[in-house]
Nanobody
């Protein structure tokens, strides 16, 4: 079993920056893909960024502003968010996958004020 715990959300003004962190514990050796998704009320959860060996993927809406990174030694994944916009306001969820098995964190709220 894998547990994912996010931190780093909060309130920031438009144009500002935040760094989200996700710490993984449990059977972490099995995690192949890690990443971040986000969700706003009434909308489906959407991809923000994912990272695996030799591959990084970003949604078009965050490309050039957000950077995902992973520290395998610390069993953690990070999301550096720069040039934040009000439309980035959402609950951000840490994600992990091994084969067909997925894990999700509890979510951390990011609010960007205009």
């Amino acid at each position: 079993q894998v547990q994912l715990v996010e931190s780093g959300g909060g309130l920031v003004q438009a144009g500002g920056s935040l760094r989200l962190s996700c710490a993984a514990s449990g059977s972490i050796f099995s995690i192949f893909v890690m990443g971040w998704y986000r969700q706003t009320p009434g909308k489906q959860r959407e991809l923000v960024a994912t990272i695996s060996v030799g591959s990084i993927e970003y949604s078009d809406t965050v490309k050039g502003r957000f950077t995902i990174s992973r520290d395998n030694a610390k069993n953690a994944v990070f999301l550096q968010m720069n040039s934040l916009k009000p439309e980035d306001t959402a609950v951000y969820y840490c994600y992990g996958r091994a084969g067909l098995v997925e894990w999700w964190g509890q979510g951390t709220l990011v609010t960007v004020s205009s």
